[in-house]
């Protein structure tokens, strides 16, 4: 065939769409890892931190530890540029199957506990605003569900720019904080101290690095960054260098105004503080900020999990009523529908909880931690079954840094079991249905080269 007649191949037709410039890829990064979640782990955090050190360094080590992560995902997505991200590393490296396992676990327990999550946020922070009773931080959680849930069966999204300027108003929130808290601050203000117990590490960095988490959705854009080889590791490196200074000095302004011990006793950190130096008309305004935020945060994760919804049932034929796209509303309904009820029912187990917020965490963070050490091995994988397939980028000191990703994933992965509740072993439980039903099901197999 002519050179001029040969169709570019799957990754040379995305790698042409490079349109994003540099700082695009580093403001779209800061604008995914930069969410709600800033307002919430800070007291969890503090309540298993044996002092404001300890504290503080988990904060370091979660920046350094997601940039080692981040350039381990680089590698994969500017190799393997197809859309699917998670999905399409997993399938290559080990098969349909585990595909399958991954997309049933995306449905029924990541992306379903970060809808719970998110909604406990605008709870306990609702809550703040106004108090229906001891239920309050569950109904509110259930009634975002409910609320995001209907929109998007209607067919009605958020626009980008109203999405952008959510994200806008949230980062200023953030440094908001760090200036009432570092300068504003009333020099008689009496910060609570920590126990000084023993430091629990392993549930400590399951909590961090949840709220450093979406770099690993940020770099599915490295296809479309201009030059992606020179910028988007320097991308990642210095957008998680920004976002690690900001988190520790948000978490300096919290111990400033509250102290250790105050951190723990508060769920709506980020509102007591404002409460303490702008009065109740601080915390009324850092309330509605951090509701805006995790809204905007829970609606855009329902929408993408809808998608991985819609997709196990075209790929699963025993599913196919939820793989129904509705043409009218322009949106996949069943699917929709599905994945409210099961956000619902989280929200409903977190009801019974002590803190509703940990749980949707618990429930969460094993499988999360599972699948992304699955990602780190099959970096291992697909070099040595690719070797002769052209990486625009390698990840530096191979293999010590995929080594360091695989044991830190490995670790959390223990530590969100061995230090956690009872949610966790439900999400476990829910991953294991999964499994199950491939004795019983095949999930329909299609050609790798065909995957778009």
């Known amino acids: 065939m002519d050179a001029r007649e040969r169709r570019p191949s799957p990754a040379e037709a995305v790698l042409s769409r490079a349109t994003l410039r540099a700082r695009d890829a580093f403001a779209i990064t800061i604008g995914i890892v930069v969410g709600a979640g800033i307002f919430r782990t800070p007291s969890l955090i503090a309540g298993a931190s044996g002092s404001e050190l300890v504290m503080l360094l988990a904060w370091v080590a979660g920046g350094a530890l997601s940039i080692v992560g981040a350039l381990c995902y680089a590698e994969l997505a500017t190799t393997y540029p197809q859309a699917g991200g998670d999905y399409n590393y997993l399938r290559r490296a080990y098969g349909p199957r585990l595909g399958f396992l991954f997309a049933w676990a995306r449905v029924s327990v990541i992306q379903t506990g970060s809808i719970a999550l998110l909604s406990f946020i605008v709870g306990d922070y609702m809550a703040q605003l106004l108090d229906i009773g001891p239920w309050s931080?569950?109904?509110y959680a259930a009634m975002a569900v409910?609320?995001?849930?209907?929109i998007n069966?209607?067919?009605?999204?958020?626009?980008?720019?109203?999405?952008?300027?959510l994200t806008v108003a949230e980062i200023v929130g953030v440094l908001v904080i760090v200036v009432a808290g570092l300068l504003l601050a009333p020099p008689d203000i009496a910060p609570v101290p920590g126990s000084g117990g023993d430091s629990a590490i392993g549930l400590i960095l399951v909590f961090v690095l949840l709220t450093y988490g979406g770099w690993n959705e940020a770099v599915y854009v490295t296809s479309e960054v201009r030059d992606a080889r020179k910028w988007m590791p320097r991308v990642l490196v210095l957008s998680l260098i920004a976002i690690a200074a900001l988190y520790v000095l948000v978490n300096l302004a919290y111990l400033r105004v509250l102290g250790l011990?105050?951190?723990a006793e508060h769920h709506a950190v980020a509102?007591?503080?404002?409460?303490?130096?702008f009065g109740p008309t601080g915390a009324v305004l850092m309330s509605v900020i951090v509701v805006a935020a995790a809204l905007t945060s829970a609606n855009a994760t329902l929408i993408t999990g809808a998608r991985s919804v819609y997709a196990v049932g075209r790929?699963?034929?025993?599913?196919?009523f939820i793989g129904r796209w509705d043409a009218r509303s322009?949106?996949?309904?069943?699917?929709?529908?599905?994945?409210?009820?099961?956000?619902?029912?989280?929200?409903?187990?977190?009801?019974?909880?002590?803190?509703?917020?940990e749980v949707a965490v618990e429930y969460t963070a094993p499988v999360f931690w599972l699948f992304f050490l699955l990602v780190g091995i099959s970096l291992f994988v697909l070099r040595r079954r690719d070797p002769d397939l052209p990486r625009p980028f390698r990840v530096p000191l191979f293999p010590v840094l995929p080594l360091l990703f695989c044991a830190t994933s490995a670790y959390l992965l223990y530590s969100s079991l061995a230090y956690t509740g009872r949610g966790a072993l439900v999400g476990v439980a829910v991953l294991g249905i999964g499994a199950l039903l491939l004795l019983w099901f095949q999930p329909a197999i299609r050609n790798e080269e065909s995957l778009p």
């Open 261 to 263: 011990g105050g951190m």
């Open 137 to 139: 931080p569950a109904l």
């Open 315 to 320: 790929d699963f034929p025993a599913l196919d």
């Open 146 to 150: 409910v609320a995001l849930t209907t």
């Open 153 to 165: 069966w209607i067919g009605t999204r958020q626009g980008t720019a109203v999405q952008t300027w």
């Open 271 to 277: 509102a007591e503080v404002m409460g303490r130096v």
């Open 330 to 357: 322009g949106t996949p309904r069943a699917a929709i529908l599905a994945q409210g009820g099961l956000a619902l029912a989280l929200v409903g187990l977190g009801a019974f909880a002590r803190d509703g917020f």
